[in-house]
Nanobody, 125 residues
Framework: QVQLVEFGGGLVQPGASLRLSCVVS????????MAWIRQAAGKEREFVTA????????YTADSVKGRFTIFRDNNRNTVYLQMNNLTLEDTATYYC??????????????????WGQGTQVTVSS
């Protein structure tokens, strides 16, 4: 059974950086497309960024482009989200998600059926 566990959330000030990690166990991580998806309180889930299993494709939402970077280490079964220049609007619970199905576009959240429990990121002055 595939399990995803996120680490690295916390409380930071605007302009700060934070790196989230998601460790995957119980499956072949190298075959998974991986995504970061967030949900702010009272709002719908929002796609942030995703990386294909072969690392040849990355898709990033316009709202975070240039500030957030996704990368993966297949030797460590881990996907990361480097977040720079955080703003108040980045406050949310961040989930990592995985999918074996490459017939969907990376940014299609319905493609992801393995989910972590989420980690809270709060940006506040």
């Amino acid at each position: 059974q595939v399990q995803l566990v996120e680490f690295g959330g916390g409380l930071v000030q605007p302009g700060a950086s934070l790196r989230l990690s998601c460790v995957v166990s119980g499956g072949d991580f190298s075959r998974l497309n991986m995504a970061w998806i967030r949900q702010a309180a009272g709002k719908e889930r929002e796609f942030v960024t995703a990386i294909s299993f072969h690392v040849q494709k990355i898709y990033t939402a316009d709202s975070v482009k240039g500030r957030f970077t996704i990368f993966r280490d297949n030797n460590r079964n881990t996907v990361y989200l480097q977040m720079n220049n955080l703003t108040l609007e980045d406050t949310a619970t961040y989930y990592c998600a995985g999918s074996l199905d490459s017939s969907y576009k990376l940014q299609d959240m319905t493609a992801y059926y393995y989910w972590g429990q989420g980690t809270q990121v709060t940006v506040s002055s």
